[in-house]
T-cell receptor, first 112, second 114 residues
Framework: GENVEQHPSTLSVQEGDSAVIKCTYSDSASNYFPWYKQELGKGPQLIIDIRSNVGEKKDQRIAVTLNKTAKHFSLHITETQPEDSAVYFCAARGTSYDKVIFGPGTSLSVIP | GAGVSQSPSNKVTEKGKDVELRCDPISGHTALYWYRQSLGQGLEFLIYFQGNSAPDKSGLPSDRFSAERTGGSVSTLTIQRTQQEDSAVYLC????????????FGPGTRLLVL
């Protein structure tokens, strides 16, 4: 089955700097890669996703890149703000009826 | 519209007692997931319901754990003979699988087994 790894497990950046979180997956059939943000005491919330027919997607300060050959995908947050501090989870999924497999999470701290 | 709701929000129980956790998914969502999240840890997959298909129970950690989904809507996760290591946040998520994959998470039930 699918296995998703995520690095780093913790990340501290100065406000205004960029943050990058990287994930790898094992199942070459996976074609959907969402990213979730979990704030303290809340459930995770989707922030951006990408499909296998796209190499990059941007939404304001957030971008995701996908390298299907290497089975890598990454989250890039630019101009970080304190409210970006949270745990971020990457995930991967195959067909529409497969379950989503989550990475172990990255705790991001943005230092004012 | 209402999101995913879970009840209770907090549950304290004694070791050996049974507990039931409830999840009300978003209306019309065909897929429902249960996850367990220990303090500071990731999302541990427990069980996945998709429409009328047999549920994927591959993540249930022991036979003390079971879940059902009645009428394709509300789901109940039952933990029998609770142990202290069962203490965690139990998260439920639902999605409209056909044509959309976003999982909408509930706020979770915080379970403490004394």
């Amino acid at each position: 089955g699918e296995n998703v790894e995520q690095h780093p497990s913790t990340l501290s950046v100065q406000e205004g700097d960029s943050a990058v979180i990287k994930c790898t997956y094992s199942d070459s059939a996976s074609n959907y890669f969402p990213w979730y943000k979990q704030e303290l005491g809340k459930g995770p919330q989707l922030i951006i996703d990408i499909r296998s027919n796209v190499g990059e997607k941007k939404d304001q300060r957030i971008a995701v890149t996908l390298n299907k050959t290497a089975k890598h995908f990454s989250l890039h947050i630019t101009e970080t703000q304190p409210e970006d501090s949270a745990v971020y989870f990457c995930a991967a999924r195959g067909t529409s009826y497969d379950k989503v497999i989550f990475g172990p999470g990255t705790s991001l701290s943005v230092i004012p | 519209g209402a999101g995913v709701s879970q009840s209770p929000s907090n549950k304290v129980t004694e070791k050996g007692k049974d507990v039931e956790l409830r999840c009300d998914p978003i209306s019309g969502h065909t897929a429902l997931y249960w996850y367990r999240q220990s303090l500071g840890q990731g999302l541990e997959f427990l069980i996945y319901f998709q429409g009328n298909s047999a549920p994927d129970k591959s993540g249930l950690p022991s036979d003390r754990f079971s879940a059902e989904r009645t009428g394709g809507s509300v789901s109940t996760l039952t933990i029998q003979r609770t142990q202290q290591e069962d203490s965690a946040v139990y998260l439920c998520a639902s999605s409209f699988q056909q044509g959309g994959e976003t999982q909408y998470f509930g706020p979770g039930t915080r379970l403490l087994v004394l």
